[in-house]
T-cell receptor, first 114, second 114 residues
Framework: GNSVTQMEGPVTLSEEAFLTINCTYTATGYPSLFWYVQYPGEGLQLLLKATKADDKGSNKGFEATYRKETTSFHLEKGSVQVSDSAVYFCALSDTTSGTYKYIFGTGTRLKVLA | EPEVTQTPSHQVTQMGQEVILRCVPISNHLYFYWYRQILGQKVEFLVSFYNNEISEKSEIFDDQFSVERPDGSNFTLKIRSTKLEDSAMYFC????????????FGPGTRLTVT
């Protein structure tokens, strides 16, 4: 079945460091891909999305490119801030399910130190 | 900007009690979902709902769970007899006039079963 695999956390970086959080997926069909961010004690916020191969999603300095050849959707940011500390979830829409339910990865906790 | 709302934000209940979690989806959306996130774990699909019936449910969604759209605005998740392992964050989501559209998530209800 469809699945999402994320790199294990936590990831600890200094402020202004470069961030990469790896996400790979297994899917039949052509899913849309998403990154969600969850701040402590809060809900899920859509960070960015891509709906087809080679699309690049971007928001708030974060970017991810839908790579069909490597089945990846890695999240990157050139210079992280303390305020980026959160848990990041990669997800796909399961187009084989009929209801396009979302399948989430396990989440990667990011901690940015001042 | 329209948003999905959920009430209550936090519910504490005793084991064996019934709880109803409420969601108000975005007004012109037709597809509705419930997901849950046990503390520190990934977000998991529970059920999808369209045209006043369940369109897909996961193995988690057993006979203790039910969903309903009692009027034109609310979408509810009922747990008949709560167990300790039902303690989790429950997210409602809605999608527009096609399953393939993006899902919009509510802020979640934290359910604590004691």
């Amino acid at each position: 079945g469809n699945s999402v695999t994320q790199m294990e956390g936590p990831v600890t970086l200094s402020e202004e460091a470069f961030l990469t959080i790896n996400c790979t997926y297994t899917a039949t069909g052509y899913p849309s891909l998403f990154w969600y961010v969850q701040y402590p004690g809060e809900g899920l916020q859509l960070l960015l999305k891509a709906t087809k191969a080679d699309d690049k999603g971007s928001n708030k300095g974060f970017e991810a490119t839908y790579r069909k050849e490597t089945t990846s959707f890695h999240l990157e940011k050139g210079s992280v801030q303390v305020s980026d500390s959160a848990v990041y979830f990669c997800a796909l829409s399961d187009t084989t399910s009929g209801t396009y339910k979302y399948i989430f990865g396990t989440g990667t906790r990011l901690k940015v130190l001042a | 900007e329209p948003e999905v709302t959920q009430t209550p934000s936090h519910q504490v209940t005793q084991m064996g009690q019934e709880v109803i979690l409420r969601c108000v989806p975005i007004s012109n959306h037709l597809y509705f979902y419930w997901y849950r996130q046990i503390l520190g774990q990934k977000v998991e699909f529970l059920v999808s709902f369209y045209n006043n019936e369940i369109s897909e449910k996961s193995e988690i969604f057993d006979d203790q769970f039910s969903v309903e759209r009692p009027d034109g605005s609310n979408f509810t998740l009922k747990i008949r007899s709560t167990k300790l392992e039902d303690s989790a964050m429950y997210f409602c989501a809605s999608s527009g006039d096609s399953y393939s559209y993006e899902q919009y998530f509510g802020p979640g209800t934290r359910l604590t079963v004691t």
